[in-house]
């Protein structure tokens, strides 16, 4: 698809086209911006489970017609059993099974917080069971698998149907579902239903919170009762980038919302409206280097930080590493953090308002591991930590992990309002960087910015390799001229999930609303 969608009251663009309707059924219905993503937010838990849910964590950016953009970060920190004794002989902290699901999942928090800022903003809200209707429906009833959901699951099995709850959730008939076949949670429409009854915050202090503590414990896993009821997501300042072209938002640690910036940044001191495809690519990818320069040696848990990120992002800054960057060579580097399954949202409404959102587990299905009858499949985020007490993310209790997620947006100097961002660890910088440059520096229609074949330097999963991998649709002449500025490089598939399921929303200066969808995706881009 490289056409756009447009509509005048609101749009929703979401990777799953069930999620959008969510969305766009609650703006219908008078709901706001916010309102529509929580719906969104808890349909798509229920019918893409491989990459998001009830027990990860979400980022929000919210931006209001008039005031600064605020942030909230609804993730959770380490367990207070959650230390390195309790990890003693392991090499590191496993990726799967219950010590690998030592966070405290934030997202409900972040849907709570999201509803009071949405209160105070005015107007009539709709109820809760309301937003939460479709995802409830679609967990009893069922939804069809996707593609994605059943080469995930098969992908992994091997790894994960020994995990506590995992076969007897994802795998009821004893292997992995077939796409298109019908795909019921009936614990989870448990779960979400007390939700509705008892308020989101039971989820942490409530019947509820007590029902998943008694899971935790009974699965040896190191998050106590008091971790739940200690949680609260957190209302933050975004960091910003004066832009040639605007003001550019992202979240603050312990996001790496510091390298989307910073790659935009960089290359802002850069021609970057000429350049040509391969240029295009070589200058973001030497940014990116830069940027994960930055990111790997100050982001942990902003409590444990001294430097002030946003200093990182002056101007003077930005400009000394870009000068550094050879535009007809390629610099070594070291290596990512590997990959992520994420979600990324846009919603935007007849006021105004504007919300980029982001929801993950982490890992393809998180930890694997399922508390006992709640369907909630626990992330594994703290994975991130090191055990190494000497590293800049060190394992410690009530620790904030390190995170990939950032959602972006951007107030342009024409006057147009932009939310955007994408799922994929590593790749969620390099393909802001790519839809931005292309859309805003470059005028390319927004569907086609996101369409258009992207890259991604580093890992993909099951790939220990950090080369730079570039979707097939690319040019045999844009690929060898890569090579000749020095990039190692590597062939994904056409269309491929590796490099992230991105997605944008404008509103035009008439009032105008155009969305974008990834067509690697299962989404949509709706509006009415």
């Known amino acids: 698809m490289i056409q756009s969608n447009m509509a005048p009251q609101g749009m929703v663009v979401t990777p799953h086209h069930l999620a959008s309707e969510s969305a766009l059924a609650v703006l219908r219905e008078g709901g706001n911006a916010i309102e529509a993503m929580v719906a969104a937010a808890a349909t798509i838990a229920v019918v893409y489970p491989h990459m998001n849910g009830l027990g990860g964590d979400g980022f929000w950016l919210i931006v209001p017609p008039q005031g600064d953009p605020i942030a909230i970060d609804a993730s959770g920190a380490a367990g207070s059993l959650a230390h390195p004794d309790f990890y003693q002989g392991l090499p590191h902290i496993p990726h799967r099974g219950p010590k690998a699901a030592l966070t405290v999942a934030g997202t409900v928090s972040g849907w709570s917080e999201a509803l009071t800022l949405a209160q105070e903003y005015g107007g009539a809200s709709l109820p809760l069971p309301r937003l939460l209707r479709d995802a409830i429906r679609y967990a009893a009833d069922g939804i069809p698998v996707t593609a994605?959901?059943?080469?995930a699951?098969?992908?992994?099995?091997?790894?994960?149907?020994?995990?506590?709850?995992?076969?007897?959730?994802?795998?009821?008939?004893?292997?992995?579902?077939?796409?298109?076949?019908?795909?019921?949670?009936?614990?989870?429409?448990?779960?979400?239903?007390?939700?509705?009854?008892?308020?989101?915050?039971?989820?942490?202090?409530?019947?509820?919170?007590?029902?998943?503590?008694?899971?935790?414990?009974?699965?040896?896993?190191?998050?106590?009762?008091?971790?739940?009821?200690?949680?609260?997501?957190?209302?933050?300042?975004?960091?910003?980038?004066?832009?040639?072209?605007?003001?550019?938002?992202?979240?603050?640690?312990?996001?790496?919302?510091?390298?989307?910036?910073?790659?935009?940044?960089?290359?802002?001191?850069?021609?970057?409206?000429?350049?040509?495809?391969?240029?295009?690519?070589?200058?973001?990818?030497?940014?990116?280097?830069?940027?994960?320069?930055?990111?790997?040696?100050?982001?942990?848990?902003?409590?444990?930080?001294?430097?002030?990120?946003?200093?990182?992002?002056?101007?003077?800054?930005?400009?000394?590493?870009?000068?550094?960057?050879?535009?007809?060579?390629?610099?070594?580097?070291?290596?990512?953090?590997?990959?992520?399954?994420?979600?990324?949202?846009?919603?935007?409404?007849?006021?105004?308002?504007?919300?980029?959102?982001?929801?993950?587990?982490?890992?393809?299905?998180?930890?694997?591991?399922?508390?006992?009858?709640?369907?909630?499949?626990?992330?594994?985020?703290?994975?991130?930590?090191?055990?190494?007490?000497?590293?800049?993310?060190?394992?410690?209790?009530?620790?904030?992990?390190?995170?990939?997620?950032?959602?972006?947006?951007?107030?342009?100097?024409?006057?147009?309002?932009?939310?955007?961002?994408?799922?994929?660890g590593d790749g969620q910088p390099q393909t802001q960087a790519a839809i931005f440059t292309r859309h805003v520096i470059q005028g390319m229609p927004l569907q086609e910015a996101v369409s258009a074949p992207r890259w991604l330097l580093g890992r993909t999963w099951g790939d220990s390799s950090d080369t730079l991998k570039l979707e097939g649709r690319f040019s045999a002449d844009t690929l060898t001229r890569l090579a000749a500025l020095g990039h190692q490089t590597d062939t994904l598939p056409d269309f491929s999930e590796a490099v992230g399921h991105a997605g944008a929303i404008v509103r035009h200066t008439n009032g105008m609303l155009e969305g974008a969808f990834d067509p690697r995706s299962n989404g949509s881009a709706a509006g009415f």
């Not at 994605?148 to 080469?151: C, G, L, R």
């Not at 009936?186 to 503590?213: I, K, M, Q, V, W």
Request: aromatic residues 6%; hydrophobic residues 40%; neutral net charge.
């Open 148 to 151: 994605s959901q059943a080469t």
């Open 153 to 424: 699951t098969h992908a992994k099995q091997q790894e994960l149907a020994c995990q506590p709850g995992f076969a007897a959730t994802f795998m009821p008939a004893g292997a992995p579902p077939r796409p298109g076949s019908r795909f019921t949670q009936p614990a989870l429409a448990g779960t979400l239903s007390e939700l509705c009854e008892n308020g989101l915050d039971s989820f942490y202090r409530g019947p509820l919170a007590h029902r998943l503590a008694q899971g935790m414990k009974q699965l040896e896993m190191p998050i106590m009762l008091e971790d739940l009821q200690r949680h609260r997501a957190k209302r933050r300042r975004p960091l910003h980038l004066t832009h040639q072209h605007g003001d550019i938002y992202n979240m603050a640690p312990p996001t790496q919302g510091l390298v989307s910036l910073a790659i935009l940044g960089i290359t802002d001191c850069l021609n970057m409206a000429e350049a040509d495809e391969v240029q295009t690519i070589h200058c973001i990818v030497e940014a990116t280097k830069q940027a994960f320069a930055l990111r790997d040696r100050y982001i942990t848990d902003p409590l444990h930080m001294r430097e002030e990120m946003q200093q990182l992002l002056e101007s003077g800054l930005l400009a000394t590493r870009a000068q550094q960057i050879d535009p007809q060579r390629a610099a070594p580097w070291g290596s990512g953090r590997g990959p992520g399954d994420t979600v990324w949202m846009g919603v935007m409404d007849s006021s105004g308002l504007a919300v980029s959102f982001i929801q993950s587990i982490y890992h393809e299905f998180g930890s694997g591991v399922v508390l006992p009858d709640t369907g909630i499949v626990w992330q594994n985020r703290g994975a991130a930590f090191s055990l190494d007490p000497h590293h800049l993310l060190s394992l410690l209790p009530g620790k904030q992990p390190f995170h990939t997620l950032n959602p972006a947006a951007a107030r342009l100097k024409d006057g147009r309002i932009m939310v955007y961002g994408s799922m994929g």
